[in-house]
C-alpha cells in the first residue's frame, strides 16, 4: 500500500495511563456489589451502635432515631435501601451462578432480571418510605 | 582455542551454557525429542516463540496410524499410500518406518493424555483423508487419528504439558542463528565434523548466549513465508533451514513446496481436508464437482498436489467463481450443523470470522495456499543430518518439517506431518540421548558468538534506506506469481532476477529500531535473510528438475519424467555466497531414492 | 452469495485490489513504552488505511512496516490459533488477529494497549513468565495410575471425553487472566488460565490425580479469589466458558471429589 | 494508574495447613446470604414500609417488638449473620487492595475489633433489653408496661 497515505502523527496528547477496562455486565455488577456491600457494612455499624443506645435510655434512644425521621436521612435511608436490595438480589444471582449449573449461562440475563426487579422494589418502596419522612409528622 | 567454559559464566557480555543436548525448535518435532531426550541427558529447548505458540498447534485434520479402530486397515497399506502420494520420489525404507511406527506414536500420544476423538466403543476415532486408501487405492480408509479439527492443537499442548511433567529446560523467545561446528579426529584418522553447540539472541534482553552441547537436534519447522498466501505463521521462516545452509551442509528437494487446496480465499487461512474427509465437496462456479473429472475414484479425496492443481486449472480454463473468477467454493452446506459444530468447528469460526462466510448455509471460497515444505535438511532415518549423500554429521539431528528423511517425496499425505514430527522427533531424541552418552564435548571455537554479534550489529547500526516489509513483501508476490502451483522456466527465470535484485537490496537493509530489548524489528530483518536464501534455493532447485512430479509442476514438462529425474535433489552452498547468479554459489546433485517394494507406476486415483 | 464480502481484498491485497473496494483512515492510538528510554507508556497516535475486513493485526503491521519499525508486539500464526497477540483493544482484551476493523467503530480511534496485569516489558509485549508459573503450578498433565493394555489406547466413552472437551481448547493465551479485576489487583491468583487448564485435567476420565490439583486450588490464591465477574468468559477468544469452569471446579472441591 | 504493574512475587508462600478459611469463608458468604435476604426484608418491611414507616419507630415500637422473643431471635440472628458476613467480605476487599503488610494487617485487625465488640454489645441489648426501664416517661414506653408494672 502507499506509503504516503499513512503519515504518524507524532503528537502524544496527555491521556490516562491505561483506559478502563470495559467489561460487561458481570464485571459491572460485581463492582456495584462490592460498593454496595462496602456502604452496607459501615451502616450496619452505625445502626448496631444506634440500637445499643436502646438499652442506655429510652429517651436517648429516640433522640437518636429521631435524626433518621429527618428528611435528608430519609433520603440516605432510601439509597441505603437501594443498596441493599441491589446487593441482595445480585447476592442471590451470585449464589445461582455458583449453584446451580445453569447459572453462569444465564448471569447475563439475570443480571437484567436483578435491575428489573430492583427497579421495581425501589418503585414500590421509596415512594412510600419518601411520603412517609416528608409528611407532617403524625409519630411523635 | 578456548577449553570448557563453565555452565552460567558471562564472558564479554555472551553468556555460556552446557548441556548435553540441545534442541533447536519447540514445536511437535522438538517437544517430542524433548519428551525423549529430558529424562535421560541434561537437555535444553531453545524456541523463538513460547511452546504453544508453535505453528504444530495450528495443524486441523488429524494424524494417520493404520490402527484399524473403525475399518480394516494396515501399516503396509499407509506405506503405500505414502508413496504413491509422494509420486515415488519418497524413500520407501523410511515410508515403511513412518507406517509402522505410527500407531505406537499415537498411543504414545494417547497415553500421554491427547483427548482423541472417540469411537462409541470408547476407542480413537478415525477419519478420512485426501490419497489414504484402503487396499492400494481401492477407496477411501479412515486412517486419520483427530481431535475435532485442532489435532495439532491438541499435541502440541499434550507435548508440552509432558514437558512440564518431565521439567524440561526451555529457553523461549531465544533466537538460534548460528551453529558451531568443530572438527574432531574420526575413526580412522580423518577429521570429522561435529556440532559444539549454537548461538541464540535473547529476544528480551539483545543479549548473546552460546549453548555448548553434545548433540544439537533441529526441528525449526518450515519457511512457507517466502510465499504471500500460506498457511503458515508469520515467523515459519525458515531460519533452522537457512543455517544449515549458510553452514554449507546440504538442503534436499527444496523445489517441492506443497501448496494446499482449501485456503480460505485472498488470506491462505487453512481449511482442513478433513472437511472434504467428512463429505465436503469442490466445486466451481457453475456448480460442478469438478474432481470427478480428474480423480474419478476418490474426487475430492485425491491427493493435495493433484486438487491443488486441478482447482488452479479451474481457475485458468474461466470456470472460477466471483466477480474476478479467481475461485472456487469449498461446499459443506451438506454435512449439516451439527457436523460442522462439532467436527469442523474452528474453520467454520475461520470462514465465520475472516470472510464473513457461514459455512453452514453457504459454500466458502477457497484457494490454494503455500502450505508445506517437502524437502529440507536431509537426514538418515535414524534423524542424523547428512553432510552428502551418505556421510553423516555425528551429533547433528534433524527432525520436522525442517527435516527432510524422505518420507514425503515430492508431495506429503495429509496428516503424515503430524505423524512426521512425532516418530522421527522420537527417533532424534532417542539416537541423541545414545549418542551422548559416549560422545565427548567438542570445544568450541574462539569467540564463538562472533560471527552472530557482527551480523546483528551490522544491522542494527546500518545507515541502510530499503524497508524490510517491501522487500519480504516483494519476494512473497514474485514467488507467489511465479514460483507457485504451475511453474515454466519462464517464470522461475524471472523470479530468479527478482530475488537477485532483492538480495542486493536487503544489503542496505534498514533497521529503525536500535534498542536492545524486544527488538522484532531487527529480529525480522534477519528472519528476511533467511527467506531470501531459501527462496533462491528452492526456485534454482526447481528450474534444474525439469518435469512434473507431485508438488512441483512444470508447464513446461507437463510429464513425470523417471527416466532422469527420480531421483532426490541436493543443493550445496559453494564459493561466494553473495554472488550476483545463484549458479555461482549453488552446486546442484542428485541423490538416489530407495526403493523396496513399489516400483514407480503412474499416478490414477 | 458470498462474493460481497469475499472480494474485499485480504492482507497485503491492497495495492492490486479494485478500486471498488473502500479503504479508509482509522488511527490507532497505541500505549507505548520503550524500556531504554521511557520511564512511564504514553499514547502516540498513528493513522493507518485499511480495509473493512482487515485485522487490527494487519493495521499493527501496516504501522510496524510502513510507518515505525520500532513498534513492537508479538504474533505469529495470525488467525486465533497461537494465543501471541493478546491486548486490550478499545478497553477489552481481545487477540488482535481475530478482532476485525469492522467490528469497531471506526468513527472513533482505536486504542490499543497491553494487556493489563502482567509486567509490561516494551508497546504492547508483556512478561509471560508470572502466567505460565500459575498454569505449571496447577500440574497441568495427565497423571494416570492404570496402565492401558500395552500398545494400546485408554478406553474413554465419547461422554466422558466431551465432559472437558470445553477447557482443551486453551490456547494460553492469558486474555481471561489479564481481564480479571481480581488478577490485576496483587497477580497473586492463580487465574481463571490455569483453572481452566487445571479443570481440564480434573474432569479427564483417565486421570487420577484430581484431588492434588483440587487441593492446589483449594488455596488462598486458589478457585476462591474469583468473585465471577466474568470478564474471563467475555474475553475467551477460544469461547471457552471459563467461569462456568471455574463453578465446576468449586463444586467438586466441595464435594470432595471431581 | 501511570505506574508499570509490578511484577508478581516469585515463589508463593508455603499454602498453610488446617482449617481452610477461604472455602468456609466463600460457603458462608452464600448460606448467610440467603438467610440474610430473608432477615433483612423481613426487618425493612416490618420496620419501613408497614404503618407509618420509619415515622413510627422509637423506642416504644422497638419494645413492642422485643417483647416477642421471636423478634429478639430475628433481629439476634441477622446481627450475627451481617456483622460476619459483612466484615468477611471486607477482609476480602482489604486482601485485594492493601498490598502493604502492616497496612493490610491493621485494616483486618480493625474490622475484627469492630465487628466483635458490635456482635458484643448488639448480643447484650437485644439479650437483656429491658422494655420497661424504671424511671422512664410512660409514654415512652410501650402499652403493656403499665400492665406489667401494676
Ligand atoms: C495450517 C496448517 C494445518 C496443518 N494440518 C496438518 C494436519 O492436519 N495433519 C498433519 O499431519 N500435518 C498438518 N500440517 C503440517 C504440520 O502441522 C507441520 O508440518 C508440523 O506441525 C511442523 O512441526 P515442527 O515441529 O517441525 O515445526 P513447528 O511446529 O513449526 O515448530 C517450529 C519451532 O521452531 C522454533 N524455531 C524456528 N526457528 C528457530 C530459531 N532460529 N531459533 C529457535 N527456535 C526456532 C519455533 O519457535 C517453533 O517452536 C499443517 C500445517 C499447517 C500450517
Ligand atoms: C441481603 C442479603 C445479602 C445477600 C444475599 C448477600 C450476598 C452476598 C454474597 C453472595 C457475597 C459474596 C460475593 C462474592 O463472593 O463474590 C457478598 C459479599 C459481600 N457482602 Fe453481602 N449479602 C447480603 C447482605 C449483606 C450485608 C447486610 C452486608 C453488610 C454488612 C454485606 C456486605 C458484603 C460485603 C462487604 C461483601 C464483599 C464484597 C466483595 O468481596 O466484593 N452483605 N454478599
Ligand atoms: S482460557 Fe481462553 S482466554 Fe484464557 S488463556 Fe485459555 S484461550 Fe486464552
Ligand atoms: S474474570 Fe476473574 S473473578 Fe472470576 S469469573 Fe473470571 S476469574
Ligand atoms: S497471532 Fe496467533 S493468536 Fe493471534
Same mark, same amino acid.
Given at each position: 500500500m502507499p506509503v504516503e497515505a499513512a503519515d504518524t502523527l507524532e503528537s502524544t496528547r496527555s491521556r490516562p495511563g491505561g483506559t478502563l477496562y470495559r467489561g460487561r455486565e458481570g464485571m459491572w455488577s460485581w463492582v456495584l456489589h462490592r460498593i454496595t456491600g462496602v456502604a452496607i457494612f459501615f451502616f450496619l455499624l452505625v445502626h448496631i451502635l444506634d440500637s445499643v443506645v436502646l438499652g442506655i435510655s429510652p429517651q436517648a434512644y429516640n433522640a437518636v432515631i429521631g435524626t433518621y425521621k429527618n428528611p435528608i436521612m430519609g433520603l440516605g435511608e432510601t439509597a441505603l435501601v437501594a443498596a441493599i436490595a441491589f446487593h441482595a438480589l445480585n447476592g442471590i444471582r451470585i449464589i445461582l451462578i455458583d449453584f446451580w449449573s445453569k447459572g453462569a449461562k444465564y448471569q447475563r440475563i439475570m443480571f437484567w432480571i436483578v435491575i428489573v426487579v430492583w427497579v421495581v422494589l425501589m418503585l414500590g418502596f421509596a415512594p412510600i418510605h419518601l411520603m412517609n419522612v416528608f409528611s407532617e409528622g403524625s409519630a411523635s | 582455542m578456548s577449553e570448557q567454559i563453565a555452565d552460567g559464566a558471562v564472558i564479554d557480555g555472551v553468556h555460556y551454557h552446557q548441556f548435553d543436548i540441545v534442541i533447536v525448535g519447540a514445536g511437535g518435532g522438538g517437544m517430542r525429542a524433548a519428551i525423549e531426550a529430558g529424562p535421560h541427558a541434561k537437555t535444553a529447548v531453545i524456541s523463538?516463540?513460547?511452546? &504453544?505458540? =508453535?505453528?504444530?498447534? /495450528? /495443524?486441523q485434520g488429524g494424524m494417520a496410524a493404520?490402527?484399524?479402530?473403525?475399518e480394516e486397515d494396515n501399516w503396509e497399506w499407509h506405506t503405500y499410500d505414502t508413496v504413491k502420494g509422494g509420486d515415488y520420489l519418497v524413500d520407501q525404507d523410511a515410508a515403511e518406518i513412518l507406517a509402522k511406527e505410527a500407531i505406537d506414536a499415537v498411543i504414545d500420544l494417547e497415553n500421554m493424555g491427547l483427548p482423541f476423538n472417540r469411537t462409541p466403543e470408547g476407542k480413537i476415532d478415525q477419519r478420512r483423508f485426501g490419497g489414504h486408501t484402503r487396499d492400494h487405492g481401492k477407496a477411501a480408509v479412515r486412517r486419520a487419528c483427530y481431535a475435532a479439527d485442532r489435532t495439532g492443537h491438541m499435541i502440541l499442548q499434550t507435548l508440552f504439558q509432558n514437558c512440564v511433567k518431565l521439567g524440561i529446560n526451555f529457553f523461549n523467545e531465544f533466537y538460534v542463528l548460528d551453529l558451531l561446528i568443530g572438527e574432531v579426529d574420526g575413526p580412522d584418522g580423518t577429521t570429522q565434523k561435529r556440532p559444539s553447540g549454537v548461538v541464540a539472541y535473547e529476544? /528480551?534482553?539483545g543479549e548473546l548466549h552460546v549453548f555448548q552441547s553434545k548433540a544439537v537436534i533441529f526441528a525449526?519447522?518450515?519457511?512457507?513465508?517466502?510465499?504471500?498466501?500460506? =498457511?503458515?505463521?508469520?515467523?515459519? &521462516?525458515?531460519d533452522g533451514v537457512g543455517i544449515i545452509w549458510r553452514k554449507r551442509l546440504p538442503l534436499e528437494d527444496m523445489e517441492f513446496f506443497q501448496f494446499h487446496p482449501? *485456503?480460505?480465499?485472498?488470506?491462505?487461512i487453512l481449511l482442513t481436508e478433513g472437511a472434504r474427509g467428512e463429505g465436503a465437496i469442490l466445486r466451481n462456479a457453475s456448480g460442478e464437482r469438478f474432481m470427478e473429472r480428474y480423480a474419478p475414484t476418490i474426487k475430492d479425496l485425491a491427493p493435495r498436489d493433484i486438487v491443488a492443481r486441478s482447482m488452479v486449472q479451474e481457475v485458468l480454463e474461466g470456470? *472460477? /467463481?466471483?466477480p474476478n473468477k479467481d475461485y472456487v467454493y469449498l461446499d459443506? &452446506?451438506?454435512?449439516?450443523a451439527e457436523v460442522l459444530e462439532t467436527k469442523l468447528p474452528d474453520i467454520t469460526e475461520f470462514a465465520r470470522t475472516?470472510?464473513?462466510?457461514?459455512p453452514v448455509v453457504e459454500p466458502v471460497p477457497v484457494m490454494p495456499t503455500a502450505?508445506?515444505?517437502?524437502?529440507g535438511i536431509p537426514t538418515t532415518n535414524n534423524a542424523e543430518v547428512l553432510?552428502?549423500? &551418505?556421510t553423516i554429521v555425528p551429533g547433528l539431528y534433524a527432525a520436522g518439517e525442517?527435516?527432510?528423511? =524422505?518420507?514425503? *517425496?515430492?508431495n506429503r499425505l495429509g496428516t503424515n506431518s503430524l505423524l512426521d514430527i512425532n516418530v522421527f522427533g522420537k527417533r532424534s531424541g532417542r539416537n541423541a540421548v545414545e549418542y551422548v552418552k559416549t560422545a565427548e564435548f567438542v570445544p568450541l571455537p574462539d569467540n564463538p558468538a562472533a560471527g552472530v554479534r557482527d551480523m546483528l550489529e551490522g544491522l542494527r547500526t546500518s545507515t541502510g534506506t530499503e524497508r524490510i516489509a517491501a522487500i519480504r513483501k516483494e519476494l512473497q508476490e514474485q514467488m507467489d506469481r511465479n514460483a507457485q502451483v504451475f511453474r515454466t522456466d519462464d517464470t522461475l527465470a524471472a523470479v530468479t532476477e527478482t530475488i537477485h535484485g532483492l538480495r542486493e537490496r536487503y544489503r542496505n537493509v534498514q533497521v529503525q529500531?536500535? *534498542?536492545?530489548?524486544?527488538?522484532t524489528d531487527l529480529l525480522e530483518a534477519v528472519e528476511l535473510g533467511f527467506l531470501l536464501d531459501l527462496a533462491e534455493v528452492v526456485v534454482f532447485s526447481a528450474r534444474n528438475r525439469k518435469e512434473s512430479r507431485g508438488g512441483h509442476m512444470r508447464d513446461d514438462y507437463p510429464k513425470r519424467d523417471d527416466e532422469n529425474y527420480m531421483k532426490h535433489t541436493m543443493a550445496y552452498l559453494t564459493g561466494d555466497?553473495?554472488?550476483?547468479?545463484?549458479a555461482d554459489h549453488i552446486k546442484l546433485d542428485w541423490k538416489p531414492v530407495v526403493i523396496t517394494r513399489y516400483q514407480p507406476m503412474e499416478r490414477k486415483y | 452469495m458470498s462474493t460481497a464480502v469475499a472480494?474485499?481484498?485480504?492482507?497485503?491485497?491492497?495495492?492490486?485490489?479494485?478500486?471498488a473496494i473502500k479503504s479508509f483512515v482509522v488511527t490507532l492510538i497505541i500505549r507505548r513504552f520503550d524500556p %531504554?528510554?521511557?520511564t512511564e507508556p504514553h499514547w502516540q497516535d498513528f493513522d493507518v488505511e485499511v480495509y473493512p475486513t482487515d485485522r487490527v493485526l494487519d493495521a499493527l503491521h501496516k504501522i510496524k512496516w %510502513?510507518?515505525?519499525?520500532?513498534?513492537t508486539f508479538r504474533r505469529s500464526?495470525?488467525?486465533?490459533?497461537?494465543?501471541s497477540d493478546a491486548m486490550r483493544i478499545n478497553g477489552r482484551n481481545r487477540l488482535a488477529c481475530k478482532t476485525?476493523?469492522?467490528?469497531?467503530?471506526?468513527?472513533k480511534p482505536i486504542y490499543v494497549e497491553a494487556i493489563k496485569g502482567l509486567p509490561l516489558e516494551k508497546d504492547l509485549v508483556v512478561d509471560m513468565e508470572p502466567f505460565f508459573a500459575s498454569y505449571r503450578e496447577v500440574q497441568p498433565f495427565l497423571q494416570a495410575n492404570s496402565t492401558p493394555p500395552e500398545g494400546k489406547e485408554r478406553i474413554q466413552s465419547v461422554a466422558e471425553r466431551a465432559r472437558f472437551d470445553d477447557t482443551?481448547?486453551?490456547?494460553?493465551?492469558a486474555a481471561c487472566t489479564s481481564s480479571c479485576p481480581v488478577f490485576w489487583t496483587d497477580g497473586q491468583y492463580f487465574g481463571p488460565a490455569a483453572i481452566v487448564n487445571a479443570h481440564r485435567f480434573i474432569f479427564?476420565? #483417565?486421570?487420577?490425580a484430581s484431588q492434588v490439583r483440587l487441593d492446589i486450588l483449594?488455596?488462598?490464591?486458589?478457585?476462591? #479469589?474469583? #468473585?465471577?465477574?466474568f470478564n474471563c468468559t467475555d474475553a475467551c477468544p477460544r469461547g471457552i466458558q471459563v467461569t462456568q469452569a471455574i463453578a465446576e471446579v468449586k463444586q467438586a472441591i466441595m464435594r470432595g471429589h471431581a | 494508574m501511570t505506574t508499570i504493574e509490578a511484577p508478581r512475587s516469585p515463589a508463593r508462600p508455603p499454602r498453610s495447613k488446617g482449617v481452610n478459611w477461604e472455602k468456609w469463608g466463600w460457603l458462608y458468604m452464600r448460606a448467610s446470604g440467603v438467610l440474610l435476604v430473608v432477615l433483612i426484608f423481613g426487618h425493612l418491611i416490618v420496620n419501613?414500609?408497614?404503618?407509618e414507616g420509619i415515622k413510627a419507630v422509637d423506642f416504644g415500637f422497638v419494645a413492642g417488638k422485643w417483647a416477642d422473643p421471636f423478634w429478639r431471635v430475628w433481629d439476634g440472628l441477622m446481627l450475627w449473620l451481617a456483622l460476619i458476613h459483612g466484615g468477611n467480605g471486607m477482609r476480602t476487599i482489604v486482601n485485594d487492595y492493601a498490598h502493604n503488610r502492616t497496612i493490610n494487617r491493621t485494616l483486618k485487625i480493625l474490622i475484627l475489633a469492630a465487628v466483635v465488640v458490635l456482635i458484643l454489645l448488639g448480643t447484650y441489648t437485644v439479650t437483656f433489653f429491658d422494655p420497661c426501664p424504671s424511671g422512664?416517661?410512660?409514654?415512652?414506653?410501650?402499652?403493656?408496661c403499665s400492665t406489667i408494672s401494676k
Open positions: - | 523463538k516463540l513460547y511452546p &504453544t505458540r =508453535s505453528h504444530t498447534g /495450528a /495443524a493404520a490402527l484399524s479402530n473403525v529476544l /528480551a534482553t525449526t519447522g518450515g519457511f512457507g513465508k517466502i510465499f504471500k498466501t500460506t =498457511s503458515n505463521a508469520h515467523t515459519l &521462516t525458515g482449501t *485456503g480460505l480465499y485472498g488470506l491462505g470456470r *472460477g /467463481a466471483g459443506c &452446506t451438506h454435512l449439516g475472516y470472510l464473513g462466510v457461514d502450505h508445506y515444505a517437502m524437502g553432510s552428502d549423500n &551418505t525442517c527435516a527432510c528423511v =524422505s518420507v514425503h *517425496g515430492s529500531d536500535k *534498542g536492545k530489548r524486544f527488538n555466497p553473495h554472488s550476483s547468479n545463484p | 472480494d474485499a481484498p485480504a492482507e497485503g491485497q491492497a495495492s492490486d485490489a479494485p478500486e %531504554d528510554v521511557d %510502513d510507518q515505525d519499525g520500532s513498534l500464526c495470525a488467525h486465533g490459533v497461537c494465543g476485525l476493523i469492522k467490528d469497531l467503530d471506526v468513527q482443551t481448547k486453551c490456547i494460553l493465551c479427564d476420565s #483417565r486421570d487420577d483449594n488455596d488462598k490464591e486458589g478457585v476462591w #479469589r474469583c #468473585r465471577t465477574t | 419501613l414500609v408497614l404503618g422512664a416517661p410512660a409514654h415512652l414506653l410501650p402499652d403493656f
